[in-house]
């Protein structure tokens, strides 16, 4: 079985830019979280969405963050406009049914910006 | 209010050797989960176990083994006889779920190395 898929794997952009990180979280899987990783800040949680809907978005950053899941099966992270301090590392995840699950992660999208 | 605490920030040893990883956690919450999760150097995270609030049995896997005791707030991670392959991030994860809300909460990690 497929694992959670998360797109670009990496990402170089210049500041200002829009940037868009996409994910498709594992099949049947009802919860979805988005990470943000830095050496500074370790492990964010951003938002966690369940059923399609944003539970809890207090951990992104700012207005300049934004995350949609159209679907049970892809989530966007959107940040516009981008900047240096938005470098990092973003994991998706993806459970089986809210925080109480094990969650499975993705890749993860390596997003330097310039 | 509700944390993780893995007070260890890097650990070394020699291969063969075991390596215990503290985990201590904060909750008001009579029902909830904890986690570990390893970093390999390639950065994706893999769920290692999950266990309930209720279970405090301890588990083994392998090499890996955990010990959850309640009385303490800790969830104990050991590799037996390490290898370099365990080299890693290690996450220790609380999550609770209290009326009309939850908490999810991750350790800053510990870092293994482990040298031939």
């Known amino acids: 079985d497929a694992g959670v898929i998360q797109s670009p794997r990496h990402e170089v952009t210049e500041m200002g830019q829009e940037v868009t990180l996409r994910c498709k979280p594992i099949?049947?899987?009802?919860?979805l979280f988005w990470y943000r990783q830095t050496m500074m800040r370790g492990l964010e949680l951003l938002i966690y969405f369940n059923n399609n809907v944003p539970i809890d978005d207090s951990g992104m950053p700012e207005d300049r963050f934004s995350a949609k899941m159209p679907n049970a099966s892809f989530s966007t992270l959107k940040i516009q406009p981008s900047e240096p301090r938005d470098s990092a590392v973003y994991f998706c995840?993806?459970?089986?049914?809210?925080?109480?699950?094990?969650?499975?992660f993705g890749p993860g999208t390596r997003l330097t910006v310039t | 209010a509700q944390k993780v605490t893995q007070a260890q920030t890097e650990i070394s040893v020699v291969e063969k050797e075991d390596v215990t990883l503290d985990c201590v956690y904060e909750t008001r919450d009579t029902t909830y989960y904890l986690f570990w999760y390893k970093q390999p150097p390639s950065g994706e995270l893999v769920f290692l176990i999950r266990r309930n609030s209720f279970d405090e049995q301890n588990e083994i896997s392998g090499r890996y083994s955990w010990n959850f005791q309640k009385s303490t707030s800790s969830f104990n991670f050991t590799i037996t006889a390490s290898q370099v392959v365990d080299s890693a991030v290690y996450f220790c994860?609380?999550?609770?779920?209290?009326?009309?809300?939850?908490?999810?909460?991750f350790g800053a990690g510990t870092t293994v190395t482990v040298r031939a």
């Open positions: 994860a609380l999550s609770a779920l209290l009326p009309n809300d939850y908490k999810l909460s």
């Open positions: 995840a993806s459970s089986l049914n809210g925080i109480s699950y094990e969650q499975y």
């Open positions: 099949s049947g899987h009802n919860s």
